[in-house]
């Protein structure tokens, strides 16, 4: 099998509302949020790997933890702020920040600044082991 | 526990030349490389992310497979080339290969250009079930 290579330019990005559910829970978060899928045009199963892009204003998810996976994100271009438990942490460009699977600290980004921020997420696949949990929110837990 | 967050300015890069075994093979390939690791400062276990610069002229690895193992790659900065049994790729600041489990595709990257060349690679951690192939050396199969 040949080797797989595609550039970031050439990501298939899809908008949060040809993703979203009809009755997602704080649309208005998510409209500036366009996301692209890395690993299967690769041929990587065992985690994904997804491109997203945050416009101002934008958020990545509703704030979550997962209970079987591991999650890390790289930014790429731009500034993010990471809101957990804990509070606030500033991301830039190349910045990293792990969440650990099993660790009840739920987590999300968003972009307060006033240009579009764009980050890889990589998360493993553990499917039948997983729950993610939404503690802010009347949704979930979400078993996959 | 605390969200760990690390900026790439501040990963801890090692020289090939301290993480190298006495009987390396083609230790010129590698005098060039320097590698620091992400995953493990950021809580993440289930997968390895490593921060890999490449000097002018430096190789990422041996030329190998996984028979278990997902590996990605993202470029950062720089110009780098992938070499496989197809022949060789070119990939430039923000493009991504993909390397799936147990495809007899043996691979590694060189740096042919002037400019040190930066990427990201993550790789799934399957211990006890990984075995890796270097078909051009005398070395290995590793079985991890």
Known sequence: METQVLHLSAVEMIPWR??????AIKPQW??????GRLAKPLGITQFGV????LAPGAYSAL?????AEDEFVH??????TLIDDHGEHRLTAGSSAGFPAGVANAHHLVNRSDA????????????GAETISYPDDDFGPVRK
Do not use: M
């Open 63 to 67: 704030r979550h933890w997962h209970a």
């Open 116 to 127: 579009p921020a764009t980050y890889l997420a990589v998360g493993s696949r553990r499917p």
């Open 18 to 23: 040809d993703r979203a559910r009809a009755d």
């Open 75 to 80: 930014v790429l271009a731009g500034e993010l």
């Open 30 to 35: 998510f409209e500036g949020q366009v996301e």
């Open 50 to 53: 997804n491109l997203v892009t």
